[in-house]
C-alpha cells in the first residue's frame, strides 16, 4: 500500500458469474482487475494485462492455480503473481467467497 492510499473491499456479486476454471475482468475504482474462479471454489484476482504483452488475462486457460497467457503462452502463479520460469510477476490482490457466495475484493486506492 503506497502513503496516503486507503484500503478499500469490493462486493463483485456472485462467484456464479465466473465459470469454475475461468476468468473475468471487473473495473473497480479505475484499476481493471482479473478475478478468477478456481475449481476448488476459490477465487484469486491479478492485474488484468499481462507485464510482458498486454494480453487479456482472464481470457487466459487456468490450470490449478496458474493462468497462461493467451498472447505467448506465458504462465503466472494465480496465488502469488510470480511468472512461471523467469522474474516477470503480476500484482495481486485479496479476493474471498463470503458465505452468502459473493465475491468479496479488496484494493488501495489513492
Do not use: Y
Amino acid at each position: 500500500m503506497t502513503r496516503g492510499s486507503t484500503m478499500i473491499e469490493r462486493c463483485l456479486g456472485p462467484v456464479t458469474q465466473i465459470p469454475i476454471g475461468e476468468g473475468r475482468q471487473f473495473d473497480i475504482a479505475g484499476q481493471v482487475i482479473a478475478v478468477f474462479h478456481l475449481r476448488n471454489g476459490s477465487v484469486c484476482a491479478t492485474q488484468a494485462s499481462c507485464p510482458h504483452r498486454g494480453g487479456p488475462l482472464a481470457d487466459g486457460i487456468v490450470g490449478g492455480t496458474t493462468v497462461i497467457c493467451p498472447l505467448h503462452g506465458r504462465k503466472f502463479d494465480l496465488t502469488t503473481g510470480q511468472a512461471l520460469g523467469d522474474d516477470c510477476a503480476l500484482s495481486t490482490f485479496p479476493a474471498a467467497v463470503t458465505e452468502k457466495g459473493d465475491i468479496i475484493l479488496t484494493i488501495a486506492t489513492p
